[in-house]
């Protein structure tokens, strides 16, 4: 698994006993897991008095850096002995291996469950509706006479749900809309060609 040295420090960290005592430590491990599942936030971090004892600075970049290695963890789909020999590379005593390792246990279908429907895909478009609107005159000028498209798409994410867009053009923008997407499909046809 490739970690960035900050991450290795963040790690490295948890298995300083005299900063992060065990309290502190279970906590920071409890939160990193439920803030990747959205049951707890950040903020959440600081509510245990005991790390009030930790310096803020310390405690984030731990914090920050034992997230990093579980998604990283998560997405390779590392196994238990792999997670173990990597936590024991950077000094963590076997009672701090054996409680991450079992949050890992506990939580490693959930996570993945939750990492595979967590996506960046844009909505797709459904349906056009437009409405051509005539401006006969403005505060400015008496006699405008100018058309106004009016678009209304109705979009759809992944998991069926329906969003709506809806913008206003002249008849230029809206021809160098369409004059821009025939780009991008001869664009895509080109690359899919050369796949």
């Known amino acids: 698994m490739n970690l960035s040295e900050d991450v290795l420090?963040?790690?490295?960290?948890?298995?300083?006993?005299?900063?992060i005592n065990d309290?502190?430590?279970k906590h920071?491990?409890?939160?990193?897991?439920?803030?990747?599942?959205?049951?707890?936030?950040?903020s959440d971090l600081f509510d245990n008095k005991a790390v009030s004892s930790v310096d803020t600075i310390a405690l984030k970049q731990t914090f920050s850096a034992f997230i990093v290695f579980i998604l990283e963890s998560m997405k390779i789909n590392y196994d238990q002995s792999s997670i173990s020999d990597l936590l024991e590379e950077h000094k963590l005593s076997s009672s701090r291996i054996d409680f991450i390792s079992n949050y890992f246990k506990e939580y490693r279908v959930a996570i993945r469950k939750h990492l595979s429907v967590t996506?960046?895909?844009?909505?797709?478009?459904?349906?056009?509706?437009?409405?051509?609107d005539l401006f006969m005159k403005s505060n400015a000028v008496e006699k405008l006479n100018t058309p106004v498209y009016l678009i209304n798409l109705t979009t759809e994410q992944e998991e069926n749900v329906k969003g709506k867009v809806q913008f206003a053009a002249t008849l230029d923008?809206?021809?160098?809309?369409v004059f821009k997407l025939r780009d991008a499909q001869k664009q895509i046809e080109r690359s899919s060609i050369k796949s």
């Open 23 to 25: 309290s502190v430590f």
């Open 173 to 177: 923008q809206l021809q160098d809309l």
């Open 9 to 19: 420090k963040g790690i490295e960290t948890l298995s300083d006993e005299k900063l």
């Open 28 to 42: 920071i491990i409890d939160t990193c897991f439920l803030v990747i599942l959205k049951k707890k936030t950040e």
């Open 119 to 132: 996506n960046f895909h844009f909505p797709h478009i459904i349906d056009v509706n437009w409405r051509l």
